[in-house]
């Protein structure tokens, strides 16, 4: 502090006394200057004030902020732009099929409604595959204003029973009869005679049938196996024993859903009389869920590399809603044709490099277990993936069909008459273009929307 009180204003010599030892009228004054100047937070230099900020110099950063600007910023934007591009390619999709929704329809036909199912995947809940579902498939079928029944699995053996049993009400709506009892009048009945009375029809055309994940997969194909090949009712229950008794400690929730016939006996049975030529389309998509600490560095590059599995998906529902559909592929037929559809199950989609490394193990079992069906080796490369709780035999119910880890059945009359649905080169050309900005989707603006007259059919007719 530059305070000149009287003896501090003293110029001390050596062997000398000071020259005064009180100090004038106006030092006094300056004294008092220069504390009110530090108390305002300002420095006397001399005859000028300098009220500048300090002089810092600029400098690198030290090692460890080095090192922590480097990993935060480097993260940040690999999300930053993985993100962005993710939302631009769901978009392009979406764009490619958003003029679906704008086209007439008659108010008594019911809109074309698909069939979503999804199951808990092995060691997860059901949460994680519903979230899978809205985030990559849901926007596009919502682009194109369809609509969807959601058939969903809790545990293993429920997709299985979902499926067969509506092939079951199908059946029974056609008119073949039951060996047992008449069954009782559900409220789908019900609701279908309603339709009828007052003249609403179906949609024309297919319908179809979206899968999420390899084990639901399994079990679709179990379920339509059981549906055309087993009976209408269920079989004699057998006398109660271990897995009964476990049942009615756990409340009897599973009751009724075991299978009516084992995958060995498709031979042996002969087809509904009721099958169609042409099952409805199917559409297996590719669900990589990975569980566990060792699998952490590969869950972090698939965090960041989302936008690969965005346009793998949004490819796949946009041949769902253009309803482009295809055989699946024998191997019996072309050896070529099997090769090309294997790049179009999903495994692409994966953003590692050893999703191709499980591919090529998959394939080369399937190979050896003598498997010719596309069905059979679709997205196959996910059972590689599966925790290891899932390989472990059960205490409990050991006599319980396990479908998850059995080798698919495949009858060549259900094989045959399934469908996929693949999109066109001509739309995937119009797709890559509108995601380039060359070419704009076919909606129409709200004006020219707003002209098209609806379809509302003979108003005056009183039958009707």
Request: glycine letters at 8%; a neutral charge.
């Amino acid at each position: 502090m530059w305070i000149s009180f009287s003896l501090a204003s003293t110029h001390v010599q050596t062997g000398a006394m000071p020259r005064r030892l009180f100090a004038t009228n106006g030092e006094h004054k300056a004294a008092i200057a220069d504390f009110a100047g530090f108390a305002n937070g300002r420095r006397m230099r001399g005859d000028h004030e300098d009220t500048r900020l300090p002089n810092f110099r600029w400098r690198l950063p030290s090692r460890n902020w080095m090192i922590f600007l480097t990993v935060v910023g480097t993260w940040t934007t690999a999300v930053v732009y993985d993100r962005r591009e993710k939302k631009r390619i769901q978009k392009k999709w979406c764009d490619l099929v958003a003029d679906i929704a704008q086209q007439s329809s008659n108010p008594r036909e019911l809109p074309r409604t698909l069939n979503v199912i999804l199951a808990a995947p092995p060691g997860d809940s059901l949460a994680a595959s519903q979230v899978y579902f809205k985030e990559y498939i849901k926007p596009v079928l919502v682009a194109a204003a369809l609509e969807y029944d959601l058939i969903q699995g809790r545990r293993e053996g429920d997709v299985r029973y979902g499926v067969a049993e509506q092939i079951r009400r199908l059946r029974r709506k056609k008119g073949e009869q039951s060996a047992g009892q008449e069954t009782d009048v559900d409220g789908e009945q019900v609701l279908d005679s309603f339709r009828q009375q007052t003249g609403v029809y179906a949609a024309a055309g297919v319908k179809g049938d979206v899968v999420i994940g390899r084990h639901t997969w399994k079990e679709y194909i179990r379920g339509l196996h059981e549906g055309w090949l087993g009976p209408l009712d269920a079989p004699a229950p057998k006398g109660p024993g271990p897995e009964d008794r476990e049942r009615e400690k756990r409340g009897g929730d599973e009751k009724g859903k075991e299978a009516y016939i084992p995958a060995s006996s498709y031979a042996s049975l002969q087809l509904a009389p009721s099958t169609p030529s042409m099952l409805e389309p199917s559409q297996p998509f590719h669900q990589y869920h990975l569980l566990g600490f060792l699998k952490t560095p590969v869950r972090m590059w698939n965090f960041v590399n989302q936008r690969k599995l965005a346009d793998e998906c949004g490819r796949q529902a946009a041949a769902v809603v253009l309803a482009a559909y295809r055989p699946y592929h024998h191997q019996s037929d072309s050896l070529d044709s099997l090769a090309s559809s294997s790049s179009s199950d999903g495994l692409d989609a994966s953003p590692t490099q050893a999703a191709q490394g499980l591919e090529t193990q998959a394939n080369a079992a399937e190979q050896r277990h003598g498997q010719t069906w596309e069905q059979q080796t679709v997205n196959q490369a996910d059972e590689l993936t599966w925790v290891k709780a899932v390989r472990k035999p059960k205490k409990i119910d050991e006599t319980k069909e396990r479908i998850w880890m059995a080798d698919m059945v495949m009858d060549p009359r259900i094989a045959s008459r399934m469908r996929r649905f693949e999109l066109e080169p001509e739309e995937e050309a119009r797709a890559a273009r509108i995601g380039q900005g060359t070419e704009k989707g076919r909606t129409m603006p709200l004006l020219e929307l707003d002209k098209q007259a609806s379809i509302i059919g003979n108003v005056d007719d009183e039958d009707a």
